[in-house]
């Protein structure tokens, strides 16, 4: 398996084989139990897709992010159906600055 796996629908896991990038296609309603169950401990590096990352606990994904292990990132979907977590506001509505 390699360090660095993409997780998420399956015409971009196909992309991502392409590429060299290992790729596990999971359903976004199966996200949560995909990365207990499915994600080796030698993965340094998630790619997940953006319809993934929206179906997890918004706290648990920053929780994960945080955490670092392995390092996280979203990903836009191939298909370009779901946008992307908007990160900044969420912070800022955090830090009570939000506009």
Known sequence: ???VV???????AAAYRLAGIGAIVVEPEETVAALEDRIPPEVR???MGA???R???RESLISMIR???PAVMVVPDAGGRTS????????RQRLGVAT
């Open 1 to 3: 398996m390699n360090d």
């Open 6 to 12: 993409f997780m998420g629908d399956e015409m971009s």
């Open 45 to 47: 590096l998630l790619l």
């Open 51 to 53: 319809a993934n990352a």
């Open 55 to 57: 179906a997890m606990n």
């Open 67 to 69: 955490r670092g292990e």
């Open 84 to 91: 992307l977590p908007d990160f900044p506001t969420l912070l």
